[in-house]
C-alpha cells in the first residue's frame, strides 16, 4: 500500500496517528490530559507528526498521497479547533 501514489492512501495514512491521539486523549485519559494549561496540545503533536509524514511522502515524489495526508490533517486540525478548543 505504501507504494501507491494516490490520494485514498493518504487519507487512510493521515487518519492513524489522529485516530491514535483520539482515542488515547479523548477516550481513555476523558481529557484530562492538560499540558501547560493547553488542552490541545496533544492533538497539535498529532498533527505534528503528520507534518513530518507529508514531508517524507513529497520527498519520494509521492505527491497524491502527501496531498491525501494534508487534507486529513488540517481537517482534523479545524475539527479539534472547533469542538476541542472553542469555550462553550
Known amino acids: 500500500m505504501l507504494n501507491k501514489n494516490n490520494i485514498s492512501a493518504g487519507l487512510l495514512i493521515g ?13 481513555l485519559l476523558k481529557n484530562q490530559f492538560v499540558f501547560m494549561n493547553k488542552p490541545g ?3 497539535f503533536t498529532a498533527f505534528a507528526i503528520n507534518l513530518f ?4 511522502f513529497y520527498g519520494k515524489r509521492a ?5 491525501g495526508i494534508a487534507m486529513i490533517s488540517l481537517l482534523f486540525l479545524l475539527a479539534v479547533f472547533i469542538f476541542k478548543l472553542q469555550p462553550l
Open 41 to 43: 496540545i496533544p492533538y
Open 15 to 27: 487518519a492513524i496517528i489522529p485516530g491514535i491521539s483520539l482515542v488515547v486523549f479523548g477516550w
Open 63 to 67: 505527491d497524491k498521497t502527501g496531498n
Open 53 to 56: 509524514i507529508i514531508r517524507y
